[in-house]
C-alpha cells in the first residue's frame, strides 16, 4: 500500500475527527472505522492482481494454506472478499495500525 495514500488519509481523518469527534453517537464512528479498514483490505486485494500472487500475500502474512488456496481461488468480487476470513486474518486492525492509520472511534484519537 503506497505510504502516500495512507498519510493522506490519516490527515484526513485527523481533521474528520476533530470536527465531528464529539458527536451522540459512537456507534457511528466505529461503523466508520470499520468501513475505511473493509475498504483499504478491498485495495490491497486488487492490487494483488492475480491467484498466486494473492495466495503468496496471505501466506506471507500467516494464513494458513487451505484457507489462503480457497481465498486465492475465489471469483468473489473485490468488496465482498474485503470480509473474508482469510483476507482479514492476514490484514487486521493492528497491521493498520502499524502503518500509521490513525482509529476515528478511539477516545484518545482527537
Known sequence: MPVERVVTLAQY???WRGYFGFCQTPRVLSHLDAWIRRRLRMFLW???QNGPNR???LRRRGVP???AAVAAG???GFWRMS???AVQQALRNRFFDS???PRVA???FA
Do not use: M, Y
Request: aromatic share 12%; hydrophobic share 40%; charged share 10%.
Open 55 to 57: 495466495f503468496a500475500q
Open 106 to 108: 478511539d477516545a484518545s
Open 74 to 76: 475465489s471469483p468473489t
Open 83 to 85: 470480509s473474508h476470513p
Open 13 to 15: 481523518l485527523i481533521g
Open 99 to 101: 502503518i500509521g492509520l
Open 65 to 67: 494454506k487451505f484457507n
Open 46 to 48: 486488487r492490487q494483488w
